[in-house]
């Protein structure tokens, strides 16, 4: 699955970002978080957006259809 890394300068850049991921994985503070509370704001983020981002496509729409069919002369005032 993974190929071994020969060249020097790639195997640094490769265990610099292990490091960063290792850190991201981590909590601020250092303490350990539980993944169940992870995993609700996850699922709750998600469903709120599932709902949300229509609204906000279907708003989008609606603006950008009423802005192509207005006149542009009476937008000009003639």
Do not use: H, N
């Not at 190929?3 to 991921?21: H, K, N, T, Y």
């Amino acid at each position: 699955m993974f190929r071994a890394i020969s060249d020097p300068d790639c195997q640094e850049l490769a265990v610099q970002f292990d490091d960063l991921v290792q850190r991201q994985k981590e909590p601020l503070g250092g303490e350990k978080s539980s993944s169940t509370f992870r995993s609700l704001g996850t699922l709750s983020f998600g469903l709120i957006g599932l709902f949300v981002g229509p609204v906000v496509l279907a708003v989008f729409y609606d603006l950008v259809v009423v802005w192509l069919r207005q006149d542009p002369d009476a937008a000009a005032g003639r």
